[in-house]
């Protein structure tokens, strides 16, 4: 049975993880740097790098003892190359071709975006660990924001993306907005549980439009004149700040809703002997009151809902791990000369729009 090592440092988190075949996860270690961006209110890539420099080595060994076994013991070294924070992704792609190298075994070079496509695929006890492909893809996070297609391993159709912001962008200016700190999806999501959702009528942008495109930009905006409005230049008081939050989580949720539904039509149109599953992946999709909207379309329109448990939507080494695995399966091993990509779209063919998101970047 195949045993994969898994390392990710796109961004913020530097992450290792053992995973096995049959999705045993041996060994998941991530060191957050929260507190090193806190001050700065987002992630500063200069800082990121670094801290991934001194920490990475230490966080690969702990996992390789907490999963007990050699580098002797490994199939291969898989390693996010792209797409992200060029220099964070520099020093986890070198990492792993350093271990391929000194210990002879392959390397598969991993899209971060695949990894957070195929989690959900990762047999972990969740009952969300047995989705086949095809499948529809929402994939949520801060720096995207997608609907696609899923035909297979390296086979991505892209319906939809955003135009401007993406969603977890959007939950963060929001929270930084409202005063509520970093990092903002989950302080959003906290507040809102003591907020009116309909105090505040906020925009829902793209609802009703017949592509499959999102935007957050003009919500953002209105969440911003809102607080302008009620403060006067004031300071956000608890109540304002739990309102708007439950007003824009409402918000997002219903585009979301829209969005997804007539993607399920789509791609049931072209999969039409396929039983429909939606994927939801990405960090956002830890955010449990968007999960609860989905999972309710799903019903309504007879679909599967499939999630990663909690604690591998977030940037972790497992979902490398797995997509390594899942690509070593496919025999599509690179060459140790791959050369990590701040960009990289699942959907090469995907036309490329305005919008960082646009085009899976």
């Known amino acids: 049975m195949k045993t994969v090592l898994g390392i990710e440092t796109s961004c913020d988190e530097t992450a290792a993880a053992v995973v096995r075949e049959d999705g045993a996860i041996l060994s998941n270690v991530v060191v957050s740097q929260l507190e090193d961006h806190r001050p700065f209110g987002g992630v500063v890539p200069e800082i990121a790098a670094r801290s991934h420099l001194d920490h990475l080595s230490p966080v ?32 986890g792609a070198t990492a792993g071709k350093t271990i391929a190298l000194g210990a002879e075994l392959p390397f598969i070079a991993v899209n971060h975006l695949e990894a957070h496509a195929l989690t959900a695929r990762l047999a972990s006890g969740d009952d ?12 949520v996070s801060g720096g995207h924001c997608q609907l696609l297609s899923v035909q297979g391993v390296g086979a991505y159709r892209l319906y939809g993306a955003t135009l401007d912001d993406a969603i977890g962008e959007a939950f963060d200016k929001t929270a930084k907005l409202l005063g509520l700190g970093y990092p903002g999806g989950p302080a959003v999501e906290q507040a809102a549980r003591n907020g009116d959702p309909c105090r ?12 499959l495109n999102f935007s957050f930009a003009g919500l953002k905006t209105a969440v911003r004149q809102t607080v302008e409005r009620e403060t006067q230049g004031g300071s956000v008081s608890a109540q304002l700040a739990a309102d708007l939050s439950a007003g824009f989580q ?12 007539r993607a399920l039509g789509r791609f049931r149109s072209e999969n039409p002997d396929a039983a429909p599953t939606l994927v939801v ?59 990590p990509r701040p960009r990289w779209p699942l ?9 960082a998101g646009a085009h899976g970047v």
């Open 60 to 91: 690969v060994g702990q996992a390789m003892r907490e999963a007990g076994l050699d580098y002797a013991d490994l199939d291969a070294v898989a390693a996010t190359a792209g797409p992200g924070l060029i220099g964070g992704v520099i020093v």
């Open 128 to 139: 969300s660990g047995d989705v086949c492909f095809p499948y529809l893809l929402l994939l």
């Open 200 to 211: 505040f009528a906020l925009p829902r942008p793209m609802v009703g439009r017949t592509d």
């Open 250 to 261: 409402a918000a997002a949720g219903d585009v979301l809703l829209d969005r997804c539904r």
């Open 281 to 339: 992946a990405g960090g956002v999709a830890a955010n449990t009151h968007l999960r609860a909207v989905l999972e309710t379309l799903c019903r309504s329109e007879s679909a599967r809902f499939a999630a990663p448990p909690l604690a591998l939507c977030t940037d972790n080494g497992a979902m490398v791990a797995w997509a390594g695995l899942e690509r070593l399966r496919e025999g599509l091993i690179d060459d140790l000369g791959f050369k």
């Open 347 to 355: 959907d090469p063919e995907a036309v490329i729009k305005k919008g």
